[in-house]
């Protein structure tokens, strides 16, 4: 059961992550407020150079269209959570190979950030 739980949450957490809107849904106002704030600031933070922008741009759509792909699928969690860690691994490695090792790194510390707001999100339920 816990297992079926850290998938969930680890599922939720990366389509929050590649889209922020997709969660905004299912936030309160207040969130949402919150929400869009943290990623103002994150986007700051990340710095990205005016080559950088549309490709991250890109790799962040193309990834949100599958993670939703995957979510509206009729597979089993399990089968879900490992599509759902290899579509995060295929990020990851992208960026990783767009950013800066700086930048990857802020990239890295805003999804620990995206799953712990996630987590508490759902302890609230």
């Known amino acids: 059961m816990k297992s079926l739980?850290?998938?969930s949450v680890?599922?939720?957490l990366f389509l929050f992550t590649a889209n922020a809107s997709f969660a905004q849904s299912k936030l309160s106002?207040?969130?949402?407020?919150?929400l869009a704030k943290d990623m103002?600031?994150?986007?700051?933070?990340?710095d990205l150079t005016?080559?950088?922008k549309k490709p991250y741009k890109e790799i962040t759509q193309k990834y949100k269209t599958q993670l939703t792909g995957l979510k509206d699928s009729d597979a089993?969690?399990?089968?879900?959570?490992?599509?759902?860690?290899?579509?995060?691994?295929n990020k990851n490695t992208e960026m990783r190979s767009l950013l800066t090792k700086q930048q990857y790194e802020v990239?890295?510390?805003q999804q620990e950030k995206n799953k712990?707001?996630?987590k508490e999100h759902k302890d609230k339920k």
Do not use: P, R, S, T
Request: net charge positive; no cysteine.
């Open 5 to 7: 739980k850290i998938v």
């Open 10 to 12: 680890l599922f939720v």
């Open 29 to 34: 106002d207040a969130e949402k407020k919150e």
């Open 40 to 46: 103002k600031e994150y986007l700051a933070k990340l």
């Open 50 to 52: 005016d080559a950088q």
């Open 76 to 89: 089993g969690k399990l089968k879900k959570y490992k599509e759902m860690k290899g579509i995060i691994e």
């Open 107 to 109: 990239y890295l510390d």
């Open 116 to 118: 712990e707001m996630m």
